[in-house]
C-alpha cells in the first residue's frame, strides 16, 4: 500500500452537476498530482499542486479545478458534468515539485459515474 | 502522432511463456521512462523505471533506444500472477507523467 487515500470509493452523478473528490497524499510528499482514466485508455494528466499551487496543467477545460491544502491533502473539483467525465480518477503524491515516477505514488481512484 | 504509443494487444500467453511489449515516444527531449502495471479496477503501480544503458529486475527487462525513441519490456517464465496492463510511460516534462493507452496480458494456465 502506498499509503494515498482518496474518498469516494464511487460516485453517481448527473449531467450539470458538480462533484469534488480528496485525496490525502502520503507522509511527507507535498506534491500531488491529478489523472483521469477513461476505460481502455492510460491515465490523463489533469494537473499537479505543489506548496498549494497549481504547477503545471493538463489539457483539460477550466471546469477542472483543484485545491491544495497546507497539510497536502487535496481537492478536485469539476463543474458542469458531462457523460465523458465518467471515469476513474487518480491522485498521486510525490515530495518535491519534480516528478521522477519512482517517488509518484497513486492512490486507488475515484470511480465517478455521470449519467 | 500520439505522445506515447504500445502496442495494442491484447497479448494471450502460456505460463512459462517469454512475452514483450514495445513502445514508441514522440518527445526527442524526454529523459525518463517508466513501465507501469494496473490490475483490473486498481491503480497503476510502478514496476521499472527505464534507464538508458538497460536494466533488469528478476524476470523483467526494459530497454531505451533513444535514437528510435523506442522502449521494450520483457517478461520471461511468464506467471499467472503477471496478468494485468502494462503502461509505458514517459516523463518528459518536469511536472507530468504521459502514460500509453496500456497493453493487457493475460497469462494462462
Known amino acids: 500500500e502506498t499509503g494515498v487515500t482518496q474518498s469516494p470509493t464511487h460516485l453517481i452523478k448527473t449531467r450539470g452537476q458538480q462533484v469534488t473528490l480528496r485525496c490525502s497524499s502520503q507522509?511527507?510528499?507535498?506534491?500531488v498530482s491529478w489523472y483521469q482514466q477513461a476505460l481502455g485508455q492510460g491515465p490523463q494528466f489533469i494537473f499537479q499542486?505543489?506548496?498549494?499551487?497549481?504547477?503545471g496543467r493538463g489539457n483539460f477545460p477550466p471546469r477542472f479545478s483543484g485545491l491544495q491544502f497546507p497539510n497536502y491533502s487535496s481537492e478536485l473539483n469539476v463543474n458542469a458534468l458531462e457523460l465523458d467525465d465518467s471515469a476513474l480518477y487518480l491522485c498521486?503524491?510525490?515530495?518535491?515539485?519534480?516528478?521522477?515516477?519512482?517517488?509518484?505514488?497513486f492512490g486507488p481512484g475515484t470511480r465517478l459515474t455521470v449519467l | 502522432r500520439k505522445e506515447v504509443e504500445q502496442d495494442p494487444g491484447p497479448f494471450n500467453v502460456p505460463e512459462g511463456a517469454t512475452v514483450a511489449f514495445n513502445c514508441t515516444y514522440s518527445?526527442?527531449?524526454?529523459?525518463?521512462f517508466f513501465w507501469y502495471r494496473q490490475d483490473c479496477r486498481k491503480e497503476p503501480k510502478l514496476l521499472m523505471s527505464?534507464?538508458?544503458s538497460g536494466n533488469e529486475d528478476g524476470r523483467f527487462t526494459a530497454q531505451l533506444n533513444r535514437a528510435s525513441q523506442y522502449i521494450s519490456l520483457l517478461i520471461r517464465d511468464s506467471k499467472l500472477s503477471d496478468s494485468a496492463t502494462y503502461l509505458c510511460?514517459?516523463?518528459?516534462?518536469?511536472?507530468?507523467?504521459?502514460f500509453g493507452k496500456g497493453t493487457l496480458l493475460t497469462v494462462n494456465p
Open positions: 518527445n526527442s527531449a524526454s529523459q525518463s
Open positions: 510511460v514517459e516523463g518528459g516534462s518536469n511536472y507530468k507523467l504521459t
Open positions: 498521486a503524491s510525490s515530495s518535491e515539485g519534480t516528478p521522477s515516477s519512482d517517488t509518484q505514488y
Open positions: 507522509s511527507g510528499h507535498n506534491t
Open positions: 527505464v534507464y538508458s
Open positions: 499542486y505543489y506548496r498549494e499551487e497549481e504547477n
